[in-house]
């Protein structure tokens, strides 16, 4: 039996969709299909959104789930009168929060939003331009100026990862590819000139070998760089010299990317830019 | 009189700290400082957290505000004996959740994390790349593959905002900067050829001209490229042709990019190929 859950905003929908899918994660045995409804912002829209969910209600056969952040009253009561389970996340919380910090709360659209944008926004550029300046080893004279710099071999998820710390926390990540070029006369990875300075700013990056081969294999099919032996051999190589220099270290099979940035964080100290919102 | 809040979870915390921001947010007047702690997973670390909130507390002369999503029992309830006024999400609505769904939760760990990783992460991977490949009009011939390009002048938000479109949501979003290339002989900005056939997948950025200047004068100071007359001319010429050929567009310094992606989402009805977590 299917069932639907609406995550209603009228902002960018981002905190009842994170709750949202937390909570509903917690069932997974039940069908449950989510579909999230930002900037519900006029009684037009509420108005078209509410039929919307009497449909769904009649077609599930069962009243969806509403789980909502809207701010303006009169909105709100228009998909309140729709047929739905509500999580009424604000009015749960924020009487007690308001008892408990003795004042009012202010209630008010997007107020997450206002404080600081500007900083945020140039934080946010700068460290997105920072990163896609340092990406794949093209520059090592900005490393004095990187919060963190990422190692592993090509393709095990160094750029989306320094791509998401800049985004969601400004933080500053450069990044450098192990290559052939690091190899030393005995075909053992060395520690590349370039980052020996900046050992303590290094964290690593590994990945499951067949993983690996198949992303690879996306990139440029049938060429040794794919291939699960050549795959074998770097990850060998680089895990060894993550041992060997004491570099911590995170498997990204394992973790998305949400995961791998946030126990980097944690596991190195790294103070954020911004906050994510 | 200063307050401190901590956003804690077993897992990346950032259900926890998204919700903690959106409730706190509507205390404009009250000094909160907020602090997240993911990864509390084991006794020893929610004891030292524990005497860290007793410590806060002495400090404040306030109990600290809780926010937490620690599935496990025993660690949780080691947070719950440390002073504190607790806003336990999970509890709260899981149990009228359970009763709703007429099913038990499963209640495990990082629960949301396990469901499909490896599609997100390759789909993720790919949209990246393609964001990158398609950054600042390097190339043209993908566009048929984009699910959307990105339009405006130098330094308006277009790569950030894409890297954003990739990474949350899995979109394909390529991005192509106007320059003088494309004004005609009476110096009128026209529709650049390589976008001609996709006009419908076009979304226009702009930004306040100040802003602009200010911007650019970080990137090259001095030059005529970051002058407010340049940047006023740029301007004016992109929102005209925007209103000339209806291209949607957002002001970007307005928003933050979260709320410009899922404004665009809304607007243009894209896809996502995955959800954020």
């Keep these: 039996m299917a069932r639907t859950a609406f995550f209603i905003s009228d902002g960018t929908g981002i905190t009842a969709e994170t709750l949202g899918r937390s909570l509903l994660a917690q069932f997974e045995n039940s069908n449950i ?30 009243r969806p789930i509403i789980i909502d952040t809207i701010v303006d009253q009169t909105i709100r009561e228009i998909i309140t009168r729709a047929p739905g389970f509500k999580v009424d996340i604000f ?9 408990e910090l003795n004042t009012h709360s202010s209630y008010s659209v997007g107020r997450t ?13 700068d460290s997105v331009q920072f990163a896609l300046d340092n990406d794949d080893g093209a520059r090592v004279h900005q490393y004095d100026k990187a919060d963190i710099i990422l190692v592993g071999v090509s393709r095990c998820g160094k750029t989306p990862t320094s791509l998401y ?75 060894s010299l993550f041992k060997r220099f004491h570099i911590p270290y995170i498997d990204t099979t394992r973790f998305s990317i949400e995961e791998i940035s946030t126990r980097m964080i944690a596991e190195t100290g790294l103070q954020r830019r911004i906050r994510p919102r």
């Design 165 to 239: 710390l800049a985004l969601q926390f400004g933080i500053r990540a450069a990044n450098y590819p192990f290559t052939e070029d690091d190899l030393d006369e005995d075909g053992i990875l060395k520690m590349p000139k370039a980052l020996v300075p900046y050992r303590h700013k290094l964290f690593g990056l590994t990945i499951d070998p067949r993983r690996l081969a198949a992303i690879r294999t996306e990139r440029r099919p049938n060429s040794r760089y794919c291939s699960i032996d050549q795959c074998l051999q770097e990850i060998h190589q680089a895990e």
């Design 91 to 99: 009015t749960t919380f924020l009487a007690p929060l308001e008892e």
């Design 113 to 125: 939003h206002a404080i600081g944008q500007d900083d945020v926004y140039m934080q946010r550029i």
């Design 33 to 62: 299909q989510m579909i999230t409804k930002p900037y519900i912002d006029s009684r037009e829209k509420a108005q078209n959104l509410a039929a919307v969910i009497e449909a769904t209600a009649v077609r599930d056969g069962e």
